[in-house]
């Protein structure tokens, strides 16, 4: 019985980690801190999969784990939580239209569009996060997180108007 | 008729495609009528695609405009019998005006024959200009040749990520450089090592795209340069040489950065226009002309891609490379295949990097620069002014290696000052990276590794580091000229 449980756990997961990784990657504006949330969100599925009742869909409740990981993960570090090591491809030619001059000037950009978002309120971000990255749609994102549809709506009219703000010389 | 009033509550909803489709349908008419609310929904978009250039899961590619809905169009929208209002949306979206960024049909067209490509041969000519006088101060004339594997007819019906395959060469008066899929000899087929999906379609896109048909897909995938605007193409016809063509037109103008980036990092500004043949639409001519990051109105470039031949068999040998005489070159292919070198100089190199990855490590700098040979530098002919004098390049490396400060961007600049003044890295040409094969300098070797990833990210897991050691051969073993790496592609 155990063995069987655990198989259907390993089919599942195997299915859902490159969704989750990417969710994860996202949710900590680093890929390289979504192995670690990753491996504790799974921890934490594994441990409560027995108890899943499949009342949402699997993907859902594997959905809510990592992004309360991700929140705690978030609370328990420091502000500065824009990686030196900023998420990019490298990639020299000579060719002008991807010049290391491009990808010079994107380097720089991505740190600064990570700090703002990073300066969003924890609600706002996660809500921008699942809608612009994840394509979630507003129904999707209410379910999600439990909460209103028109909150939904409010919390990602915010958070735009925020970021457009800030970012306001790169637009 | 709807009133800026009730449309600007729902400008959001409707750019997030969650209106329903009539809603859509009227917000929409009072959109291609009034600017003001038109240039909000186009704010959003620009949001996104700032926001999908810094996509940490590198996923979220930046599309089109024109694609956006699509994606985001769920399929669970069709199944509950909705098949007909889609088909409406498609329908009014393709037809109504004001959509910026909309392809031209007719290019659809060519972008479409171009599928049919197999081979494909033209030269391409090179014209720079003095940044300071505008006066021409170097031509370059190179022949190329592409291959692309599979055949036309496999790819129509393979998924899009075997089209990974393609033999390519460039040749020129500074040398030749090529790029073969099948000869692994000389150089690291990097597509091998790490078949990420996004990595494929960025070689196919290269490829088909910017090559042979160049999108705004093509523009913008590569280098996720996401804050270029990208005018529509607009079609005419005009003569070339007697013949009858369409020709296309856009221009490709990034987003000034006003903050503090370097002039010399800024995005360059672009005007390009394709000339297809009519009959066939395969692509006859294409001319881009790059501007002054900095002074827009100054030419720096002009690049004429002519004579194209399609579809007729290679020369033998156009796509194997063969290194200058005395060249030496290191091979870590994916298989671990083959060396040029002798044991003993394979040892010496490993020890030469060892050394300075012990130096970096530690912050060390003697011990980083001990086995460093900084003052070796080519300037490029048409670039004098990024040449950078050797006690600049061991200062900036000073500052990296000791402070470890702000590793991202000091790397950057560095590498780009780098690429511009040795041509070391014409050696290497996996994908992505251009370049000459140094026939002046055949002491140089370049060494590519992967074994990064361990000491640059402790949870490295299955990302794919590939770092580039540049070396110059001096009495009694090798100096490090020069030394780069990609951030990792996951095989996510």
Known sequence: MQTDQRHRFDRLWRRARPRLWRLAARLAGDPDRADDLLQEACLRAWQSFASFRHEASAYTWLYRITLNVAAQDRARR??????????GAFV?????????????????????????????????RTTLILHVYESLKYREIADLLHIPLGTVMSRLHTARRRLQEELHDDL | MMTCETARPQLE????????????????????GCPACAAQVHSLRRLDTLL??????RRAAVTTPFLLPFRRMRLSLALTGSIAASLLTLALLLWLPGQPG????????VEQAMQNVQTAAWSETDTFYDRSDGSKTNTLVTQAWVRLNPPAYARRILPTQVLTDYDRSLTNDQGRITYSSRSRKYMIDRTNTTPGPEMQRQVH???????????????RVPSRNAFAVISPWQMDTDRVGGRRLLRFRRTVRPRPITSVVKPSMRAAPIDETVWADPRTH???RVERRIYDAWHPERLLQVAVLAEY???????????????PPGAKVLVQDWRGHAVTLTPEEQRQIQQVITHSESGWRTGDFATFAAVWDFDYAHPLPNTPETYRSGAWTRQNWQGIVEHQRDRWRSWQSHVEAQARTTRALGYLDAFGQSGFLPESAPDLLAVKTETHAAWMHSNGGDKAWETTYTLRRVPGGWRIIHWSYRWPFTGQ
């Open chain 2, 13 to 32: 909803a409707f750019y997030d495609r969650e209106l329903t489709v009539w809603r859509a349908w009227s917000l929409r008419r009072h959109l291609a």
């Open chain 1, 78 to 87: 420091t502000l500065d939580a824009v990686s030196l090591d900023a998420p």
């Open chain 2, 102 to 109: 909309r392809p031209t049909i007719a290019f659809a067209d």
């Open chain 2, 52 to 57: 999908a250039t810094a996509d940490p899961a």
């Open chain 2, 205 to 219: 896109n290269l490829i088909l795209g910017q090559v042979l048909a160049p999108t705004s897909a093509a523009i």
């Open chain 2, 309 to 323: 031949r399609y579809n007729v068999t290679p020369p033998p040998g156009v796509f194997d490379l063969t290194p």
């Open chain 2, 282 to 284: 395969f692509v006859a």
């Open chain 1, 92 to 124: 020299l030619t000579a060719d002008p239209t991807h010049s290391p001059e491009s990808l010079a000037v994107e380097a720089d950009l991505i740190p600064r569009i990570w700090a703002a978002l990073n300066r969003l309120p924890e609600d706002q």
